[in-house]
């Protein structure tokens, strides 16, 4: 009976890290869901000619277990990332509700308003019928603009949904040198400049070799153009997170730092997992209390 039991704890493991570590890609492929489904085969095959009751209700109780967990591999869809602009509403149709997020407040938590309800994902994993959600700290650039008399200007974002916000959430990416490197762009109106700005970390500010040396710290490379989208003279700089320097006629600075996302992931409906497990410790139970019962007339 040990065999049986140990594929009854697999088919019920690989459902459960489902739940334990979300978002992983191997839990929508056919052959990891084929491989659970056979686990829960080969113990009800092992049974034939000594099924008993506990043995029916635990295999019972697995095979619920294993059922939500490939629907939820193969019918649900791929882990998702919700990002949304300082307080920016974002609508998603897989969990029926509206994402709201924070107004610049990099520890803030968001939000999730269905109905008359409002749900807060900060601080921990929320499940949802067939999903899990929580909030991931995000790295973005927090742009500050003059001109060179440091007279403030506005900054304007024509392809992010928070048009005036002074936070770059960094959405595109590009490869430059080998290196896996985050893009966003704005444009400052009053000049009629466009700037694109360039995220290093500090592993890849390292391997610039920019004059002076930039240590510890990430920075951002910007690059001025005018309205013809064509290169100011000096209109390329590479700045350290936090400092301001005079690119192209601006007075620019990127502070790096960080602004919530929300990761979606399919899972295992809780309550049917739920009820599953149950059933399987039930039928444990059940099988155990024979002999418990036999060994305490011994004793």
Known sequence: MTSFWLLLLCAIGMVVAQDVN???ALYHYGWYN??????IILAA???????????????????IVVFTGVASGLMGPDTQTVIGAPGASVRNDDVGGTFVFPIAQSNAPVELQ????????????????????????????????ADAKGNHLTI???TNASFLSPVLLMQQSANIAGMDIRVDTFSV????????????????VAQLRSNPPIIGRPAVLFAVSDNADRQVPNGIGLVPSGDRKLIGGLLLRGTVGIYPEIVIASAPYLPVLLAGVALFIV???TQLQPSLSMRLRRM
């Not at 084929?34 to 686990?39: E, K, L, P, R, Y």
């Not at 095959?45 to 095979?63: D, E, H, P």
């Not at 000049?191 to 500090?202: G, N, T």
């Open 22 to 24: 979300p978002g992983q």
């Open 34 to 39: 084929a491989i659970d489904v056979a686990f």
């Open 189 to 204: 109106p009053a000049l009629r400049r466009s700037v694109k700005a360039v995220l290093f970390s500090e592993q890849q």
């Open 114 to 145: 269905r109905g008359n309800g409002v749900t807060t994902i900060g601080g921990g994993r929320r499940y949802t019928g067939g999903f899990v959600l929580w909030q991931e700290p995000r790295t973005v650039v927090y742009v500050d603009v």
């Open 45 to 63: 095959l092992s049974l034939r000619g000594r099924a008993n009751r506990g043995l029916v209700i635990a295999t019972f109780g697995a095979a």
């Open 283 to 285: 039928g444990v139970a």
């Open 156 to 158: 304007t974002q024509p």
